[in-house]
């Protein structure tokens, strides 16, 4: 059985730019929900997906975004990029209400230069 | 001001050892978890708890909701236990993490 998918592994982005982040989740899970860790800030939940549906969203400006497809997979979006949205982002995908304890992707980490 | 305070920061430790990590959170949850992050990224979830405690290997949590506190523990300690350690909580729809606990075993 597959584990969570998430492309690209690593990315470079120039200030202003926007990003897409992509994240499939365990084939049969329907939540995924989203990550950012710094070193400065650690984890920080950005926001939680449900049957396409946002169910719950961090404080993050809105500049971030996301989206869940029919085939549960979802994407996040970040427009113009900040030097301090370089992190690690870690999408994550369980059965039912997404957290924590779900099965975590490897991440995305966004270099923003 | 941080709803999830996790203790110690860093602990070394020699192979065999028995390892405590603690957390406190500060207002009513839903359900509490530790993570493990080795270096490169990875994070594996290791428990939910909502109360009492689980047991998996050499890994136990536990959880007092009235203290609002969870404990890991890990026994016999290993080097391939060497890696960050974070307790994360759900407050109604919102999920807070600690800081992590940075371990090493050295062998």
């Known amino acids: 059985k597959a584990g969570v998918t998430q492309t690209p592994r690593y990315l470079i982005k120039t200030r202003g730019q926007q990003v897409t982040l992509s994240c499939s989740p365990i084939?049969?899970?329907?939540?995924v929900s989203w990550y950012q860790q710094t070193p400065g800030q650690g984890l920080q939940f950005l926001f939680e997906y449900f049957s396409e549906t946002q169910r719950n969203k961090g404080n993050f400006p809105g500049r971030f975004s996301g989206r869940q497809f029919s085939n549960s997979r979802s994407e996040m979006n970040v427009s113009t990029l900040e030097l301090g949205d370089s992190a690690l982002y870690l999408c994550?995908?369980?059965?039912?209400?997404?957290?924590?304890?779900?099965?975590f992707g490897q991440g995305t980490r966004l270099t923003v230069v | 001001k941080n709803e999830v305070e996790q203790s110690p920061q860093n602990l070394t430790a020699q192979e065999g050892e028995f390892i405590t990590i603690n957390c406190s959170y500060s207002v009513g949850i839903s359900a509490l978890h530790w993570l493990q992050q080795h270096p490169g990224g990875g994070i594996v979830s290791l428990f939910m708890l909502s109360s009492g405690k689980k047991k998996h290997g050499r890994l136990i949590a536990t959880i007092n909701i009235q203290e609002k506190h969870s404990s890991l523990h890990i026994t016999a300690s290993h080097p391939r236990d060497s890696a960050v350690y974070i307790c994360?909580?759900?407050?109604?729809?919102?999920?807070?993490f600690g800081t992590g606990t940075s371990l090493t075993v050295i062998p």
């Open positions: 084939s049969g899970h329907r939540s």
């Open positions: 994360a909580v759900r407050f109604g729809n919102q999920f807070y």
């Open positions: 994550a995908s369980s059965l039912g209400q997404g957290g924590p304890e779900a099965f």
